[in-house]
């Protein structure tokens, strides 16, 4: 157990503290707070925890990333990508489930690593994951505002990537942020109500879209590798043909694992529902049935859909913009398109919602054990939401939103969310080593197979991002580090007093 004079970066936070924290792992949450910061309220069921787990997952992953991997990496072999990204999605999700039904708190994967391997790695993963929210969110934003241009003919100087300041996402990041700060049901009501019509949608694109499936679209399923141009070789190249020497080639299996690793990003912010963990009635039931349920609705909707429109349209000819309503309009079906462009709208909408509640957690945490100024993790008295850091993620979302054109870091969310994954593939088998009498109402199966096999799929697939990606990921963590040693390191709660008993 650490105690005061523990100055080093790899000491824990103990298991009993995060739960004094949270109020238990049954669900006492409590009126106070170890910090005068208060606590979260427990309000949400399995159905909400699944709303914003299919929130934030169906969006812009499946209304742009089917047609552009499919035309420039696999194919109809796309399927297969998705299935893929989607089974190394569920050893992640398996091994959430333990470590959050165990200890539900907020802050997710930081937590799990500062109760397993250490504040510094703690660290390093809650920076990470601000990245994949933050930056996660300013991209859908400006997506957001690119779709509501298009279906309703509005100023390009206002709306979509043109415009010198992107008014419509900023917008729709104020307004969302409105509704996060307000309170964590009407996010969950806002939410739930999205994410019913773009299932629906979606359901609608494969039912409807299964009569236009021709054989000869679907053939070859992978079309055979090819030698790409000059210009994917160097940084662009992913890392393990560098690493290996092989030739860029696209298409064949090697292009379905790329498209594996960049359909990746669809899956992410599925860890969402981890950090709503402190807020959750009964999170030892809830919490698994929230993440696995996520995970299985979102692959077979993602496998359906993208079968369907490389069945309709020969893959060299989908859009990469809009490749399912072009898809429909390239058969005729031309009254579906402004249905499904509503459903885009409304899908981005949803993610960029719960990208800013995940976020607010994760700070709330971070405030909580003091690696960031304590004062930002307050929690309102009526509203029961960390309001402060709330504030504070949507301006940057805002601004980054408004400003910055970044699509080229679109990787970075990927490559963020499988470090993560790693991470908590560890901390399972480290828990169950150190804490072996710790209450677990869900185990992996199989472990220590399973959370190995899910952190060595996922170091894989992040060696077929590009070193781009990598070098770009690798200057965010330098600036963490920066930040950690300069503050969080000096400023840590462990630092004033052992975790655990708390003040209850």
């Known amino acids: 157990m650490s105690t005061t004079s523990d100055r080093s970066v790899l000491r824990t936070k103990p298991v009993e503290d995060v739960l004094a924290q949270a109020g238990g792992p049954d669900g006492d949450a409590g009126a106070g707070g170890s910090s005068g910061q208060g606590r979260l309220k427990r309000r949400l069921g399995a159905r909400d925890l699944m709303g914003f787990g299919i929130g934030i997952v169906i969006g812009t992953g499946i209304f742009t990333l089917t047609g552009i991997e499919a035309k420039n990496h696999a194919g109809p072999g796309v399927v297969i990508s998705f299935a893929v990204a989607g089974l190394v999605s569920l050893l992640a999700a398996l091994c959430y489930a333990e470590l959050a ?8 994967a930081y937590t799990y690593a500062y109760a397993t391997i250490g504040e510094l790695f703690a660290w390093i993963i ?30 390009t100087t206002l709306f979509g990537e043109t415009a010198p300041v992107n008014v419509g996402a900023v917008a729709i990041v104020v307004l969302l942020g409105v509704v996060a700060i307000l309170g964590i049901r009407e996010s969950a009501r806002l939410t739930n109500v999205l994410v019913a019509v773009k299932v629906l949608v979606c359901v609608f694109v494969v039912v409807v879209g299964a009569f236009f499936v021709k054989a000869a679209n679907l053939t070859p399923f992978i079309p055979p590798a090819k030698s790409v141009s000059a210009d994917t070789s160097g940084l662009k190249q992913p890392l393990s043909q560098a690493l290996f020497g092989i030739e860029p080639t696209a298409f064949g299996l090697a292009g379905v694992l790329t498209a594996a690793a960049v359909v990746f990003f669809a899956y992410t912010g599925f860890e969402a529902v981890a950090n709503l963990g402190e807020e959750t009635r009964n999170p030892a039931r809830d919490l698994p049935l929230g993440l696995l349920g996520t995970l299985g609705v979102c692959t077979l909707l993602y496998v359906g859909v993208s079968f369907v429109i490389t069945g309709m349209v020969p893959y060299g000819q989908l859009s990469e913009g809009a490749p399912i309503a072009n898809a429909f309009e390239s058969v005729g079906a031309g009254w579906a398109a402004a249905l499904i462009s509503v459903a885009a709208v409304a899908g981005v909408t949803s993610v960029i919602l719960v ?51 970044l699509k080229v870091l679109a990787d970075l969310v990927s490559i963020g969310t499988l470090f993560a994954f790693v991470v908590v593939s560890i901390a399972v088998p480290i828990l169950r080593r150190t804490k072996p009498e710790l209450r677990r109402p869900f185990r992996v199966p199989l472990s220590p197979v399973v959370p190995a096999l899910s952190a060595l799929a996922c170091l894989y697939l992040m060696t077929n991002l590009s070193i781009e990606t990598w070098l770009r990921f690798l200057a965010w963590m330098l600036l963490g580090f920066t930040i950690y040693f300069a503050y969080g390191r000096r400023n840590a709660r462990l630092n004033s007093r052992p975790m ?5």
């Open 101 to 108: 039904s165990a200890v539900p708190t907020a802050g997710s």
């Open 126 to 155: 809650g920076w990470d994951l601000i990245l994949e929210f933050a930056l996660g969110a300013a991209v859908v934003a400006r997506g957001w505002s690119g779709y509501l241009q298009e279906l309703f003919d509005l100023p």
């Open 355 to 405: 990208d800013i509640v995940a976020m607010g957690r994760i700070g709330f945490s971070m405030g909580r054990d003091g690696l960031i100024p304590r004062a930002v993790a307050a929690v309102h008295p009526r509203w029961g939401t960390p309001w402060k850091i709330t504030i504070g993620t949507v301006v940057l979302i805002a601004l980054l939103a408004g400003f910055l054109p």
């Open 500 to 504: 655990a008993p708390v003040d209850r």
